[in-house]
């Protein structure tokens, strides 16, 4: 049966990563996958993390299933932490959330509970959007399309294309947002153009989706959902899927959750009961120990605050690599770099041509996408000289 099974290729990121360990360049720097680096250039564990953890080990008597939905304390923590304690008053009784693994898992559910409840329209997506999203919503038989959303001239967001294209979306449809921190450009929308998006959806009718993968790595856990919910509060129906492989670094863990904002108590009913049944068919139960883990940190004051410090502190740090990186490119080159500050997250696309990137790929073992889209969370100060020098030196 299996002699005419086609191989087929790497994924195009995890592709990369792999390239670059295999590399034997001494001077190899990889900047292609999106997990939060340090100094050391290691993807750390949060303290807070450790700490839960060390008491579940403790405490735990069971490793029997959780139930289906999700561990309760991450739901509702999770929950709060997006939705805020004023969206979970007025929409009482009318939130359903499903523990997930990871936000892939929840994007996945997600449109899964779209497919269910009818949804005959398209799914739009930004252009570009993260690869993976193609295959996780297309695969349950959701037609796709893409709105405008990065101009590469500007480096920043093409509101007016965004607009003009989602004039078109109409009820049925749904459009597929990111909550902050876009991926791969880093280019977000601003309070104003996120209202002007809501007012878009309260008119027209089209169901918000919001892939909320980066919460906390913006401007601040709060500022972080503005527009999803000020999406919320202008819509009747909302899915979102979140994770908390970045927040809280656990991404090996797979803890997420989809969470379906509908109109009453019945639509929570029959969301929650879809996107369950939805997980029995393809993987069954919710993987325990990550939303354990990220329950106790959002339910324990103590824990929640060290967990909030380390995450600021991440922020911080990447915010400053977006400072210093930009302006040595600008002083080596005399070009205007300034776009790289003004980004949110971990992403920026260098403007880079596909040979260009090849060229640093090949010559320099410098990884980054094709499309020069580059992770700045791993840049540090061993590494930062070489990344410098690499790039200008295809400039
Ligand atoms: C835009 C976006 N959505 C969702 C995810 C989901 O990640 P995970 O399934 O690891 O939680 C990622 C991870 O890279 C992402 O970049």
């Not at 299996?2 to 990889?30: E, M, Q, W, Y």
């Not at 995450?311 to 302006?327: P, W």
Request: charged share 20%; aromatic share 6%.
């Amino acid at each position: 049966m299996f002699d005419h099974l086609p191989i087929l290729p790497p994924d195009s990121i995890l592709g990369l990563a792999a390239a670059c360990r295999a590399d034997t360049n001494p001077n190899k720097v990889d900047l292609t996958i999106g997990i939060y680096m340090d100094e050391a250039g290691l993807c750390p564990v949060f303290d807070a993390v450790k700490q839960a953890q060390r008491a579940l080990v403790d405490e735990e008597i069971t490793k029997a299933y959780i139930p289906p939905q999700g561990d309760q304390a991450f739901l509702d923590g999770m929950t709060d932490l997006i939705l805020g304690a004023d969206l979970l008053a007025s929409r009482k009784g009318a939130v359903a959330a499903v523990q997930t693994p990871g936000g892939c898992g929840a994007v996945r559910l997600g449109a899964e509970v779209l497919k269910a409840s009818g949804a005959g329209g398209k799914v739009w997506v930004s252009d570009p959007t993260w690869p993976v999203h193609i295959p996780l919503i297309g695969s349950v038989g959701l037609e796709l399309t893409q709105y405008r959303y990065y101009d590469p001239g500007t480096h920043g967001v093409n509101f007016q294309g965004m607009v003009d294209d989602l004039t078109g979306a109409q009820k049925g449809d749904i459009v597929l947002f990111h909550g902050c921190c876009h991926n791969p450009s880093g280019a977000d929308l601003n309070a104003e153009q996120w209202q002007v998006v809501a007012q878009m959806a309260a008119e027209q009718g089209f169901t918000p989706m919001i892939d909320l993968a980066y919460q906390g790595f913006g401007d601040g856990l709060e500022q972080d959902v503005f527009g999803l919910r000020a999406l919320v509060d202008n819509t009747p129906e909302v899915v979102i899927a979140a994770s908390c492989s970045k927040n809280m670094g656990l991404y090996r863990e797979r803890t997420g959750l989809a969470i379906f904002v509908g109109q009453d108590a019945r639509a929570a009913q029959a969301t929650g009961s879809q996107a369950t049944a939805a997980a029995r068919r393809i993987y069954s139960m919710p993987p325990a120990h990550g939303a354990i883990i990220a329950g106790r940190i959002l339910s324990d004051a103590k824990l929640r605050q060290e967990w909030q410090a380390e995450l600021t502190a991440m922020c911080r740090r990447i915010n400053s690599l977006r400072v210093d990186f930009g302006d040595r490119l600008q002083a080596a080159t005399g070009r205007d770099f300034g776009f790289i500050a003004e980004e949110k997250g971990m992403f920026s696309f260098l403007g880079l041509s596909k040979e260009q990137a090849l060229q640093l790929r090949s010559d320099k073992g410098l990884y980054m996408l094709d499309s020069s889209r580059i992770n700045v969370a791993s840049l540090n100060s061993s590494n930062l000289d070489k990344v410098v020098d690499a790039v200008v030196s295809v400039l």
